[in-house]
């Protein structure tokens, strides 16, 4: 008597790739051809259409029909978050890459970032460098920001300069799935769903870095949620960042805390972290007609004041161009070390 036949599951790919797209038809068959294009083949990709009413379903549906690679889910509309962790839950991929349904993939990113996670096995999560386009439609800010993105590469840059603001483009995250799994995936909230994963990895002990070649191309936009939903406002990364400054163990260490700032704007984000209890022992300035005053009882004093014995631990919220660099070559000069003795703040 012959045994009855049973259907095997197909291999699990190494890579899956992570696609939600709600609306998206005008970028979206653009974005699966740079994914198709791939010199890397061992993938699939689970894309989720979060409730679209255009032709992103109907697309993907045929994209999958041919191409069995290509795995649709239809949840209904669950929000950007939502779709993550349906996607997320459904891949199969030991690693998951990330990419948004507008932007797109050089034919040799799975296969360079599949290779640096393979050369460095204590990463939990690989980013890489970011192409923004249209060139000619970014403003200044933009600029700069690619550019700042674009030179934090290591793991030690990374942790320190993870305060300043999101250092790996989410687009070009390629992270191991179960570790994000096991941290409960994405978390829903009045916050950026990437930035705050960076966090909870770092606070967690997970080490990241990026791979220093452009390997995206991330499409910036008027209509793009970091610019269009409140959860990517900069009183929303103030408040995050708060949130997890408050539970950094270099602000545990019985150190008096100093800010360098003064201005109202900057008070504004300090008074995010003043909430969780910390109170600076002084305010730094370079301004004379702010040294010498005293914001509820704290003295607004000038950098020299920095070259003391007892060094406090030091928040530098100055975003003004270039002063971030001015501020760290005087404590530099002082004997301050970043990420020991300091820290720069977005």
Known sequence: MSKPHTATAPPAPAISILLPAHNAETTLEETLHSIQGQSWEDWEL?????????????LLADYAA?????????????????????????????????????????PERLARQQQFMLQNPALTLAGC??????????EAGFREYERWQNRCLSTEEIATELYVESPI?????LFRRQPVVDLGGYRSGPFPEDYELLLRLHHSGHAMAKLAEVLVAWRDSPGR??????RYTREAFSALRAAYLACDPRL??????????????????????MEYGFRPCAYIDIDPRKIGNRIAGVPVVAPE????????????????????EVIADQLTQFGYLRGRDYLMVG
Do not use: K
């Not at 689970?46 to 109907?58: E, M, N, P, Q």
């Not at 939502?82 to 507008?102: F, Q, T, Y």
């Not at 504004?268 to 972290?273: A, I, P, S, T």
């Open 46 to 58: 689970v894309a989720v259409d979060d409730g679209s009413s255009d032709r992103t379903g109907s």
């Open 66 to 106: 041919n191409d069995g690679r290509i795995r649709l889910l239809q949840p209904g509309r669950q929000g950007l978050v939502g779709a993550l962790n349906c996607g997320l839950a459904s891949a199969r991929g030991a690693l998951v890459a990330r990419i948004d349904a507008d932007d797109l993939m050089h």
């Open 129 to 138: 460098q970011v192409r923004i386009f249209p060139e000619e439609q970014l």
């Open 169 to 173: 483009a989410h687009p070009t995250f």
């Open 225 to 230: 949620a970091t610019r269009t939903d409140p």
């Open 252 to 273: 545990h260490q019985q150190r008096p805390l100093a800010i360098c700032g003064a201005g109202r704007r900057t008070r504004r984000r300090v008074d995010y972290l």
């Open 305 to 324: 004041w920095l070259d003391r014995s007892e060094r406090p631990f030091v928040l530098g919220y100055v975003t003004n161009h270039g002063a971030r």
